[in-house]
């Protein structure tokens, strides 16, 4: 669910900041309060590289499709090039909070 496949290259993109940003500040902050510091920057950065690099198996992927953080594509693409099942929430937002029902459903008749 919110797919983060990407993490660091959405917020990179989104904000025009790279690591060197923390050279001269303590965190970046997101939205609602949220921070990310040097150290979770680069967990992040690493968790990036080993989801792209390794083989996936029985694992589906919810992603709503009007997602404007991560791109509905870039997820499509990833699950196409990994084999995975991609479950799409048509009208569904980033984070698909207001889908609790529909996504529970989704885990349990799988």
Not at 48 to 57: A, G, L, T, V
Not at 67 to 91: A, M, W
Not at 94 to 99: F, G, I, V
């Amino acid at each position: 669910m919110c797919p983060a496949i990407n993490f660091c290259e959405i917020m990179e993109s989104k904000s025009g900041i790279s690591i060197d940003y923390f050279d001269t500040n303590e965190y970046m902050p997101l939205y609602n309060n949220i921070k990310i510091y040097k150290d979770s920057y680069l967990k992040f950065k690493n968790s990036d590289k080993e989801i792209r690099n390794s083989k996936f198996r029985n694992v589906s992927i919810i992603q709503g499709m009007m997602d404007k953080t991560v791109s509905y594509n870039d997820i499509r693409e990833f699950c196409l090039r990994n084999n995975l099942e991609l479950i799409t929430i048509e009208k569904g937002k980033h984070e698909l909070y207001d889908y609790d029902k529909e996504i529970v459903e989704l885990l349990i008749y799988q």
